[in-house]
């Protein structure tokens, strides 16, 4: 079999990182990781080709290649894999689809054309297809309540792409986390149990990284990498302080954490002394009765700003995510995030209005109340919901507006960075990636003609690099880098701002379901 993989283009949107990753020449933010591995499940002696539309073009001569074309997506990506299906079927080829898309909506959003549909992890229904495509019998669809043992899976095929497009690569430790948020699709695909890899299997996808030359940012991307504390202070980590020492630190890593990391010093050490050094956690609100509605128990009765700079002296730079339309949300919300985010100096701040991905719980609640709209476009930050808030929409909108636009302007976004700064103490013992190194003297020279000269606010610009340079001359390269994030932050809040609420469409979509037609 000759096998064709694609991933399909990521839309332009906060979390794409797109013009921020033209200052650093880079493609795409993070390899693909579910396709990489996908392609390690499939039999070792057929021929795979991978394509990731985010930094390769999908040729028509890619798709005549190929016995089969597999298409790897999220719900964000569904445009994008309507084009891909729809040019492999002009072109005669067949599709195999699956990941979160398919998973969680794709009877919703139009692909029942795909010719086999590999719902849930793909450990177990895979080979179930790829048993009966040997046969000649295979079925349209493969789905499973099992969960997959990923002690079993296999390394992903790095070899399939060009490491050197992306700013980041991705290994995966972890599946499934123990809180319960209302919100979230990540135990209604994972589950509740964390399911973990051996330090075995971690150093060896680390060592192959690190045999095909790449040097840099690892993204450990665990929706929650701290779900099982005793293994990770146990084994985990140890080795991985271990390998990183013998070879001198070739890497750095994030990942994303429950903001009760804080509250573990062992952990936050032994994570530190590893190579971690930036961590995405779930804030979503500084309101408690919001909290209490989504069940995000774990940020409760605490104060998330201590909280957060608690992180920040350990060594982490703190991405924060932020959420706003909750049926407890008061008007003063937005000033409220505002507030919290200058406070805490996280300085990439991802605030989105509430979305209700399919069978979550919030879903299936929203459709109960009659509520809930057509399938979203999976991406929170676009200024559009797929349901019927409490709060007047043209409110929540204008407020919505009213956060990015305060947040990311020059003056408060440079702000938070010197607030951040103060905060910061790496670790010694490791190889900081902070520093002012030749990548980052090409991006600088850009950034200054770009955001020293040509922004008219470039006065902040400039104002943060000679601070950056007398009070945190080490951290000289990260202010920069923080500095470009910003001026992608910007442009995309410039494609938000000009987001009309459509009350006509609107009320047409309320009359429908007061008469039980969604």
């Not at 694609?6 to 839309?11: A, D, G, K, T």
């Not at 990781?33 to 057929?46: E, F, H, K, N, S």
């Not at 610009?461 to 950056?468: A, D, M, P, Q, R």
């Amino acid at each position: 079999m000759k096998i064709l993989l694609v991933y399909p283009q990521y839309p332009d949107t906060f979390w794409s990182f797109k013009h921020a990753l033209k200052f650093v020449q880079k493609k795409a933010l993070n390899t693909p990781l579910g396709m990489l591995t996908v392609a390690a499940i499939l039999p070792t002696d057929w021929e795979k080709k991978a394509v990731d539309m985010n930094t390769t073009r999908l040729n028509d001569s890619d798709i005549e290649w190929a016995d089969y074309v597999f298409v790897s997506a999220m719900i964000v990506q569904q445009r994008s894999t309507r084009e891909v299906v729809d040019r492999c079927k002009k072109l005669g080829r067949r599709v195999v689809g699956g990941g979160p898309l398919f998973t969680m909506a794709y009877e919703d959003l139009g692909f029942d054309d795909v010719d086999h549909i590999i719902l849930n992890e793909a450990e177990i229904t895979l080979p179930l297809f790829l048993e009966d495509l040997k046969k000649g019998c295979a079925k349209h669809i493969y789905q499973t309540d099992r969960k997959a043992d990923v002690t079993e899976t296999p390394a992903p095929l790095f070899p399939l792409l060009d490491l050197r497009k992306y700013s980041m690569v991705t290994v995966q430790y972890s599946r499934g986390c123990p809180f319960d948020c209302e919100f979230c699709g990540v135990t209604v695909l994972d589950g509740h149990k964390p399911r973990t890899k051996t330090s075995g299997q971690i150093l060896a996808e680390l060592e192959a990284i690190y045999d095909l030359g790449y040097r840099g940012r690892v993204f450990i991307v665990d929706d929650n990498f701290i779900g099982n504390k005793r293994k990770l202070k146990e084994g985990i980590l140890p080795a991985i302080i271990q390998w990183m020492k013998e070879r001198r630190y070739p890497f750095s890593f994030l990942t994303e954490a429950s903001i009760n990391l804080s509250d573990d010093e062992e952990l936050m050490q032994l994570m530190s002394d590893a190579g971690f050094n930036n961590v995405f956690v779930g804030i979503e609100s500084p309101n408690e009765e919001s909290l209490n509605e989504c069940k995000k128990f774990a940020n409760k009765n605490r104060d998330l700003v201590v909280s957060v700079k608690r992180l920040q002296n350990h060594g982490f730079e703190v991405m924060g995510g932020f959420i706003v339309g909750f049926d407890s949300d008061p008007i003063s919300i937005f000033q409220s995030q505002i507030k919290f985010i200058q406070q805490s100096g996280i300085v990439t701040a991802m605030v989105g209005m509430l979305n209700a991905p399919p069978g979550t719980k919030l879903w299936h609640r929203l459709k109960k109340e009659k509520r809930l709209l057509a399938t979203g476009t999976g991406d929170n930050t676009d200024g559009t919901a797929n349901f019927i808030p409490e709060m007047d929409f043209n409110v929540l909108v204008n407020g919505y507006k009213q956060i990015l636009n305060s947040i990311y302007s020059p003056k408060q976004y440079y702000e938070r960075i010197n607030t951040f700064l103060k905060e910061f103490r790496p670790n010694k013992k490791v190889a900081y990636s902070g520093k002012l190194r030749i990548a980052q003297l090409k991006a600088l020279i850009k950034a200054t003609f770009t955001l020293g000269i040509r922004d008219k606010a470039g006065w902040y610009y400039w104002k943060l690099i000679f601070s950056s340079l007398l009070k945190y001359p080490r951290f000289t390269g990260l202010a920069i880098t923080m500095a470009v994030q910003g001026f992608h932050l910007r442009k995309i809040y410039e494609k938000v701002r000009k987001f009309q609420v459509d009350d006509a469409l609107l009320a047409r979509q309320q009359d429908l379901l007061n008469r039980e037609l969604i």
